[in-house]
């Protein structure tokens, strides 16, 4: 409240904040929060002793970095990405002033909806069975779930790849894609936001191919990739120009030497494979592989895991290379541009 003898102002209430915290889950947080509702603090009433009043204390809600905040109506109110970063998602009210007829003024207040989006360098995408957590726990520390049925992941794992010089680089095992998921087959989507975040791609396949079940269409190595390339594309196109690696596994099992070699020269052009395909499994764009590497990860071979530890990491080190070299790039231009306009050159180009 303000203090209308005086003019005093009250102070304002406190704001809400999420603010991004290492260590943190959103089950601890859901442990934490018991309290459907959460407040900030009340501002202070104007008085004789202090005409302004003390504004309420602010309230900060620790949550895992990659957190995006939404109302309940879906209105995105921003994201937290890098540890200790702030986001606003509601206002503390104004404190009463001559404008409010003194009285202080409600803050903001609604429900919001924290959806986390993992940050890994690595995301591993593929069909049920095909040996993603096999590979993450045989590369990383991490210990998901491996059995031999179909969506034993049934959601992402991190595991963190250690190597010699301490360079860490993280990888995340997603639940297995199937065709269809686009229309919610399986797990649908839901797990490819993960994606989104991610510098590389890696397609894990069965060099043996898929089959969910007896219902279900036998699917070749071949067809499962392409499959897999069209359910990322119905899922945002934007996807197949992440720069990707393929891994074709299980190379111990029967025969896989002959289906490799079979299907060895269509992998090098899956352009051309994709063109002879039914029309339901083309994708518009074929996603580009950097590297195609073959494996029996669950022997853990020393080699083939050094090998595809090696893979992973200079694909990596080349996306951030590529995004230091455009950042500078686009730097450089601009000063480039803006000399040239401040020196009244002609051409100059504009700005955008
Ligand atoms: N023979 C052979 N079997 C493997 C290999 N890699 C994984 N497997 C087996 O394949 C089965 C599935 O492996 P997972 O690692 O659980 O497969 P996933 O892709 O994570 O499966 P989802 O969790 O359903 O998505 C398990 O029985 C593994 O032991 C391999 O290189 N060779």
């Known amino acids: 409240m303000g203090f209308p ?40 009433n104007s008085s004789v002793k202090g005409i302004i009043g003390q504004p309420g204390t602010d309230l900060e809600i620790p949550v895992p ?4 905040v939404y109302t309940e109506e879906g209105i995105r109110l921003g994201e937290v990405d890098k540890p200790g970063s702030k986001l606003i998602v509601a206002k503390g009210g104004i404190g009463g002033c001559p404008e409010t007829g003194f009285s202080g003024q409600k803050g903001d207040h609604y429900n919001i909806v924290l959806d986390l989006k993992l940050i890994a360098d690595v995301a591993l995408v593929g069909f049920p069975n095909a040996g993603k957590s ?29 190597y010699e010089d301490l360079r860490h680089i993280s990888v995340a095992d997603l639940p297995g894609l199937i065709e269809g998921a686009h229309v919610n087959i399986g797990m649908g989507h839901k797990f490819l936001k993960h994606v989104e975040r991610t510098k590389l791609l ?45 891994l074709i596994n299980k190379m111990d099992t029967e025969n896989a030497k002959d289906i490799y070699r079979d299907i060895k020269p269509m992998l ?9 395909c039914p029309d339901k499994f083309k994708p518009e764009k074929v996603m580009k592989f950097n590297d195609i590497l073959t494996a029996s990860v669950a022997l853990k071979n020393k080699e083939e895991l050094h090998t595809i530890k090696e893979c992973i990491r200079y694909q990596i080190d080349k996306t951030v290379e590529k995004q230091i070299l455009e950042i500078q790039d686009d730097f450089t231009d601009r000063k480039l541009i803006e000399k040239l306009q401040k020196e009244n050159r002609r051409h100059a180009p504009t700005l955008l």
């Open 65 to 68: 970095p990659g957190v995006v």
């Open 202 to 246: 890696m397609f894990v396949v069965d060099i043996q191919g898929f089959r969910l079940s007896q219902l279900h269409t036998m699917r070749n190595c071949l067809e499962t990739i392409v499959l897999l390339n069209k359910e990322l594309e119905l899922y945002k196109p934007d996807l197949l120009d992440m720069p990707a690696i393929l």
């Open 268 to 276: 090098e052009n899956l352009p051309k494979f994709v063109s002879q």
């Open 134 to 162: 096999t590979l993450l726990s045989a590369i990383s520390k991490a210990s998901p779930k491996v059995a031999d049925y179909p969506f034993t992941t049934v959601r992402p794992h991190l595991g963190t790849v250690q």
């Open 5 to 44: 003898k005086y003019g005093g102002v009250g102070g304002r209430g406190g704001h809400v904040y999420v603010v991004s915290t290492t260590g943190v889950s959103l089950n601890i947080l859901s442990a934490r929060v018991k309290k459907n509702k959460i407040c900030a603090g009340v501002g202070g």
